[in-house]
């Protein structure tokens, strides 16, 4: 199947700061990938469609300056949470969709834990 | 539009007992629908996917799910459950060409000895 990567694994950071999580497509070419969040004992909640080239379309209640998302390639989408505060602490997971396929399966990332302290 | 209900939050089984995970779908078109598990600190593993093929559609480590379309359900079973099956499950509809994913509030399973 296809793999999909992100980097880091675990990320602790002081409030204020910026982060820098990356998604990686590794054997396939990803027009779409998607971000999403989820707090502990929680299901996942969708933060934004991003599509190579183009704006990412976020979901409403996502603050798209607080959260930008960068897809440079097509196997490449980077999500930044600015000036991020201890509420911005949560699981994040990227996925990424293999149009071709056309059975719309998303292939997920083993996520990136956050802790902003 | 498109939503998933997952039927309690948690469930418990013996070993070797049958598990059965429920799911049920909201959708106005044929739906795409998907079972994912998801093991601490880590990201989602695709468990089966119902595609409009076959209505049973059999996974991995021996799950199956059965699409029923005038229950809108897609329950996830197993006929004996390992100790390695507890995790979390979730249930995810997508429809169409907009392929975003609709995710169920997810089921604790709990596996005793």
């Known amino acids: 199947g296809a793999v999909v990567s992100q980097h880091p694994s675990r990320v602790i950071c002081k409030s204020g700061t910026s982060v820098k999580i990356e998604c990686r497509s590794l054997d396939f070419q990803a027009t779409t990938m998607f971000w999403y969040r989820q707090f502990p004992k929680q299901s996942l909640m969708l933060m934004a469609t991003?599509?190579?080239?183009?704006?990412?379309?976020?979901e409403q209640g996502v603050e798209k300056d607080k959260f930008l998302i960068n897809h440079a390639s097509l196997t490449l989408s980077t999500l930044t949470v600015t000036s991020a505060h201890p509420e911005d602490s949560s699981f994040y997971i990227c996925?990424?969709?293999?149009?071709?396929?056309?059975?719309?399966?998303?292939?997920f990332g083993p996520g990136t834990r956050l802790t902003v302290l | 539009a498109q939503s998933v209900t997952q039927l309690g939050s948690h469930v418990s089984v013996s070993e070797g007992a049958l598990v059965l995970l429920r799911c049920n779908y909201s959708s106005s078109v044929p739906p795409y629908l998907f079972w994912y598990v998801q093991y601490p600190n880590q990201g989602l593993q695709l468990l089966l996917k119902?595609?409009?093929?076959?209505?049973l559609v059999k996974g991995i480590n021996g799950f199956e799910a059965e699409f029923k379309k005038s229950e809108t359900s897609f329950h996830l079973t197993k006929p004996s459950a390992h100790m390695s099956d507890a995790a979390e499950y979730f249930c995810?509809?997508?429809?169409?060409?907009?392929?975003?994913?609709?995710f169920g509030s997810g089921t604790k399973l709990n596996v005793k000895p």
């Open positions: 119902y595609t409009s093929a076959a209505t």
């Open positions: 996925s990424a969709f293999l149009r071709d396929r056309g059975d719309n399966e998303q292939f």
């Open positions: 991003s599509n190579e080239g183009s704006k990412a379309t976020y």
């Open positions: 995810a509809v997508s429809v169409g060409n907009f392929n975003k994913f609709y």
